[in-house]
T-cell receptor
Framework: DAGITQSPRYKITETGRQVTLMCHQTWSHSYMFWYRQDLGHGLRLIYY???????DKGEVPDGYVVSRSKTENFPLTLESATRSQTSVYFC???????????FGPGTRLTVT | QKEVEQNSGPLSVPEGAIASLNCTYS??????FFWYRQYSGKSPELIMS??SNGDKEDGRFTAQLNKASQYVSLLIRDSQPSDSATYLCAVPLMDSNYQLIWGAGTKLIIKP
C-alpha cells in the first residue's frame, strides 16, 4: 500500500542495547523526519533528511544515528538505549516543494 | 527562539456547538500554517493548510489566519464526539527549508 509505514509498532528493549526503528515511504518524498513525542514536550525533531545520503540534526539528536541510502527508507538507530529514550517515535515525510508533512503510525518504544 | 503557542486545554464543547482553537506564532515572516489532528495513541494527521489571510473552509472545518496579529485559528462547526482529539498547530521555521515548529497542542473534548 502507498504511504508511510513504520516498524516495529511496539518495542521493549533493555538499557544499553542497540535498537533500530524502520521507516519506509512509497511517495518518493525528498524529505524525511524523525520525531519523538513525550508528555509535556510535544513533538521534537531528532533528525531529518533532505535526500538520499543527506542527513542533519534536529533539536534532540544525542544518542541517535540515522542513515538514508535509499530515498524510501530512513532508519533510526539508538546505539545504546537509555530509559530517557522511552517515547513514541514518529517518522514523517514531505515533498520537496511543500511544507506539508505526513506521518507514519508511530513506534512505541520502552527501554527498561 | 521561534515559538508556536496553543492553550493546552482541555477545551470542553457540547456536541453540535462550535469549537474554537487558537494558535499564536512569533515569526512575522511565516507564510504557511498547518493544523493537525491527533487521536489518542495515533499519529498526527494533516487536516488544514492555510497560506493567506482570511478564512479557508473545508467541510465543518474553517481555518482563519490573521498575519498582522500573528494568530491562526481553527473552527469546528457542529462538533461531533469523533472530533475529540488533540489539535496541533505547526508553522514553518522561516530560516530553514525543512523544519516545522510545533505547538504543544490543544486537547478538545466534545461532550454528547
Amino acid at each position: 500500500d502507498a504511504g508511510i509505514t513504520q516498524s516495529p509498532r511496539y518495542k521493549i528493549t533493555e538499557t544499553g542495547r542497540q535498537v533500530t526503528l524502520m521507516c519506509h515511504q512509497t511517495w518518493s518524498h525528498s524529505y524525511m523526519f524523525w520525531y519523538r513525542q513525550d508528555l509535556g514536550h510535544g513533538l521534537r525533531l531528532i533528525y531529518y533528511s533532505a535526500a538520499a545520503d543527506i542527513t542533519d540534526k534536529g533539536e534532540v539528536p544525542d544518542g541517535y544515528v540515522v542513515s538514508r541510502s535509499k530515498t524510501e527508507n530512513f532508519p533510526l538507530t539508538l546505539e545504546s538505549a537509555t530509559r530517557s529514550q522511552t517515547s513514541v517515535y514518529f517518522c514523517a515525510s514531505r515533498d520537496y516543494n511543500s511544507y506539508e508533512q505526513y506521518f507514519g503510525p508511530g513506534t512505541r518504544l520502552t527501554v527498561t | 527562539q521561534k515559538e508556536v503557542e496553543q492553550n493546552s486545554g482541555p477545551l470542553s464543547v457540547p456536541e453540535g456547538a462550535i469549537a474554537s482553537l487558537n494558535c499564536t506564532y512569533s515569526d512575522r515572516g511565516s507564510q504557511s500554517f498547518f493544523w493537525y489532528r491527533q487521536y489518542s495513541g495515533k499519529s498526527p494527521e494533516l487536516i488544514m493548510s492555510i497560506y493567506s489571510n482570511g478564512d479557508k473552509e473545508d467541510g465543518r472545518f474553517t481555518a482563519q489566519l490573521n498575519k498582522a496579529s500573528q494568530y491562526v485559528s481553527l473552527l469546528i462547526r457542529d462538533s461531533q464526539p469523533s472530533d475529540s482529539a488533540t489539535y496541533l498547530c505547526a508553522v514553518p521555521l522561516m530560516d530553514s527549508n525543512y523544519q516545522l515548529i510545533w505547538g504543544a497542542g490543544t486537547k478538545l473534548i466534545i461532550k454528547p
